[in-house]
């Protein structure tokens, strides 16, 4: 009796395994053919991506460039730019198998409740990267081509001859640390929906938030006035409407046992 006990325990979790390596093979299967694709179109998404600083150098005036000192850099770098792409692009597919992996275990309302943030996480990824593309690039590239030097008698002129790699790799950053601290209103709905935490709370800690939002500003992004206060003034922005949401969850809660209680028959 215990081995057929063991059995069957052990079945729906191999069935479970199962599923979750077909989902992860769909993904995977998903980021390696958008990569090939975003592989061909890596020049024009890295153009895509250059075009703020080549607005102000165009701004400035002068033949300006980029450069590459090592012979595979731009190899890797169009690498790396179709890697990241793939990955932007194929994540509504990723968290739609997500859903599909999850949803079988879920109540009706459960799944109800949670379509809302698989909607909104890839909408307020896009916003972070988007708010640092059209606002935040534009003057933090201004403020750090200030500090270049114009030549003459005796002065040696101090000009950027930025590298492709390393704009790369700065561009991805900013844009990653904008749309995970977007994600802010999502992960605390969720918490507040398990109860790890409440509006109360979080209004309470308020003071906190703010300077936790200027430390992570000052790690995830140059050392800049620009880049450190245009991250932190949204995130904080962000911090006050996941007080909202978290709010209006606890009141659909108190509601909902409020229904509750009001259909149990009295005690005789």
Not at 51 to 56: E, H, I, K
Not at 169 to 190: H, K, Y
Not at 208 to 218: K, M, N, Q, R, S
Request: proline content about 5%.
């Amino acid at each position: 009796m215990a081995d057929d006990t063991s059995d069957g325990s052990r079945a729906p979790l191999l069935e479970h395994l199962i599923e979750l390596r077909r989902r992860l093979l769909r993904c995977l299967i998903a980021v390696v053919v958008l990569f090939f694709i975003c592989y061909y179109f890596a020049p024009d998404i890295y153009q895509f991506l250059v075009r703020p600083l080549a607005d102000v150098l165009d701004d400035m005036g002068g033949n300006r460039r980029l450069i590459f000192t090592a012979l595979h850099e731009a190899f890797f770098t169009y690498i790396k730019v179709a890697f990241f792409a793939a990955l932007f692009i194929a994540f509504p597919f990723i968290a739609m198998q997500l859903w599909l992996f999850v949803a079988p275990g879920l109540y009706k309302h459960e799944k109800s409740a949670f379509v809302p943030f698989l909607v909104a996480t890839p909408i307020l990824f896009f916003m972070g990267g988007a708010l640092v593309y059209y606002l935040i690039f534009p003057l933090a590239w201004q403020f750090f081509l200030s500090f270049e030097l114009t030549g003459g008698e005796g002065v040696l002129p101090i000009q950027l001859e930025a590298k492709v790699d390393q704009y790369l790799s700065l561009v991805m950053r900013l844009i990653f640390a904008f749309g995970l601290c977007f994600e802010l209103p999502v992960l605390m709905t969720l918490l507040g929906r398990v109860g790890l935490v409440s509006a109360a709370g979080l209004a309470a800690k308020r003071k906190y938030a703010v300077v936790l939002a200027f430390i992570a500003a000052a790690i995830l992004t140059p050392p800049d006035v620009i880049s450190q206060i245009g991250l932190a003034v949204p995130t904080l922005i962000l911090y006050e409407v996941s007080i909202w949401c978290v709010r209006m969850v606890e009141k659909k809660r108190a509601a909902a046992e409020d229904g509750d209680d009001a259909g149990k028959p009295a005690a005789a």
